[in-house]
């Protein structure tokens, strides 16, 4: 006697999986919705961090001890023996 051909699993699973994904599928606008409000109030602390961040960058460009600071660096790197120096 022959026993039945078992099929591929997909095809022997396709019932189970049909189930689970409707069960899913009847608590989805409520999951939307808490993805949605979770995701606004991410936005809003990002937005507030983005912009304290961006006032802060604003505030190092237009120190003057910063432009001091750039100006010692670059005569460092000129030298009297050659290089990017004053020409005799």
């Given at each position: ?66 432009n001091?600071a ?12 050659g ?6």
């Amino acid at each position: 006697m022959l026993r039945p051909y078992k099929g591929v699993k997909p095809d022997r699973t396709r019932e189970t999986r049909a189930q689970k994904i409707e069960a899913a599928m009847k608590s989805m606008p409520e999951r939307i919705e808490k993805l949605l409000k979770e995701r606004e109030a991410k936005k809003g602390e990002r937005l507030k961090a983005r912009a304290i961040k961006r006032a802060g960058r604003q505030g190092k460009r237009l120190a003057p001890d910063a432009n001091k600071a750039k100006a010692k660096v670059n005569d460092k790197n000129t030298s009297k023996k050659g290089g990017k120096g004053k020409k005799k």
